[in-house]
């Protein structure tokens, strides 16, 4: 029955949440092992009658389909202080989804500013991995042989806000070759801001993003691509099958 589900999703209707994101900044820091350490500074205006809001993850690897981008979530907090939060997964366990704030409070009207910190491993993809995705943007070339690629969606695709201002910064463990982005829908993918092509350092920025939209980049670089677990089915068959080759494997030997 969790295959079911997944053949046959429900569908969403269009975003309506009333919650804008005036100011989204991030710090992505890549190590060379493929170790992802993220702190997303969320600057939101809210109007009256609102808890909090949502975070999503898409754990799929547009590359392949073997892969999946765990998140562990290290700390959540709002004005700088603590808040609650909760994590549950949807849509077949393809996003995890981090539920941010009071179920009993509501915010005051204004703006409120929250911090995302979280870790995902296995980041850095095979030179290969985006080569034939479309970018609106690109600075920079490729000086040599391409080891590895970092294709990552810096502003995720789940907000349902509008996001007024986004600034990315991303730390990686050798310098960039040719760095690609596209801000928007990928059906009507927008150029966005490149800085830092040719070195380890890369900041990327847009603006008006619409509500389910993000950003998306791709940087190449020398440094050879770390091994990483891959699951040989594809995220539909997570709920049936579960994520652990090993684990599988005696479930069918018990059965």
């Avoid at 969790?2 to 309506?16: E, I, R």
């Avoid at 799929?60 to 939060?85: E, F, K, L």
């Avoid at 910064?169 to 070759?177: D, F, K, R």
Wanted: glycine share 10%; hydrophobic share 40%; charged share 20%.
């Amino acid at each position: 029955w969790p295959l079911l589900g997944g053949l046959f999703p429900t569908t969403s209707g269009p975003a309506d949440d009333p919650v804008v994101i005036t100011d989204y900044r991030a710090q992505f820091d890549v190590n060379a092992d493929g170790k992802l350490t993220a702190t997303e500074d969320i600057t939101a205006a809210f109007p009256s009658g609102r808890h909090g809001i949502f975070r999503y993850w898409d754990v799929v690897d547009p590359a392949d389909s073997g892969i999946r981008y765990i998140p562990t979530v290290t700390g959540i907090t709002m004005d700088d202080a603590s808040v609650p939060y909760e994590t549950f997964w949807e849509s077949g366990d393809r996003f995890l989804v981090a539920k941010i704030g009071d179920p009993d409070r509501y915010l005051d009207p204004g703006e409120h500013r929250y911090r995302i910190s979280y870790t995902i491993p296995g980041a850095i993809s095979p030179a290969s991995a985006g080569a034939e995705a479309g970018f609106a943007s690109a600075e920079g070339s490729d000086p040599g042989p391409v080891g590895s690629t970092f294709l990552w969606t810096v502003v995720a695709q789940g907000w349902e806000m509008r996001i007024d201002r986004a600034a990315v910064s991303i730390t990686l463990p050798g310098a960039s070759g040719q760095v690609q982005c596209s801000a928007g829908r990928p059906a009507d993918a927008q150029p966005c801001g490149i800085k830092g092509a040719g070195t380890a350092n890369v900041t990327l920025t847009a603006e008006n993003l619409p509500p389910r939209s993000g950003m998306a980049m791709r940087a190449s670089m020398a440094v050879p691509a770390p091994a990483r677990a891959a699951l040989p089915w594809s995220v539909t068959w997570d709920p049936v099958v579960g994520r652990s080759v090993p684990v599988l494997l005696l479930v069918v030997v018990v059965a």
